[in-house]
């Protein structure tokens, strides 16, 4: 059973930092791509961050490059990968709940990559395995 769990939200002031968690155990076979989602209420999800399991290559949404930096830890092999999502300086309107999310799937993978930054229902639709959230709230 693929599991995702997020973890390192909170309530930070503007200026701040965090680095959200999110360990993920996936089949052997491994995951083709990690990436990080956001979704404030009453809104669409947004990809901000991708990142590709094997080979690391990273994609930004473009407006959040300077201040994202996503990577991961899969030095325990395809299984049991942790990928990390840092955010500096944080700013007011980074406060929603962020989702990590797991796909096999290069096409989806690459899919997505190219629309990073986009807010659309569609977003992320192509990942099968996702996180419960870690909250993250930034106050001005």
């Known amino acids: 059973q693929v599991q995702l769990l997020e973890s390192g939200g909170g309530s930070v002031q503007t200026g701040g930092s965090l680095r959200l968690n999110c360990v993920a155990s996936?089949?052997?076979?491994?995951?083709?791509?990690m990436a990080w989602f956001r979704q404030v209420p009453g809104k669409e999800r947004e990809g901000v961050a991708l990142?590709?399991?094997?080979?690391?290559?990273?994609?930004?949404?473009?407006y959040l490059k300077d201040r994202f930096t996503i990577s991961q830890d899969n030095s325990k092999g395809a299984v049991n990968n942790t990928v990390y999502l840092e955010i500096d300086p944080l700013k007011p309107e980074d406060s929603a709940m962020y989702y990590c999310?797991?796909?096999?799937?290069?096409?989806?993978?690459?899919?997505?990559?190219?629309?990073?930054?986009?807010?659309?229902?569609?977003?992320?639709?192509?990942?099968?395995?996702w996180g419960q959230g870690t909250q993250v709230t930034v106050d001005s």
């Open positions: 999310a797991a796909s096999t799937n290069a096409p989806d993978c690459l899919a997505t990559a190219k629309v990073l930054g986009v807010t659309d229902r569609k977003i992320g639709l192509g990942f099968r395995y």
């Open positions: 996936v089949p052997p076979y491994g995951s083709y791509c």
């Open positions: 990142i590709l399991s094997v080979g690391g290559v990273r994609y930004y949404a473009d």
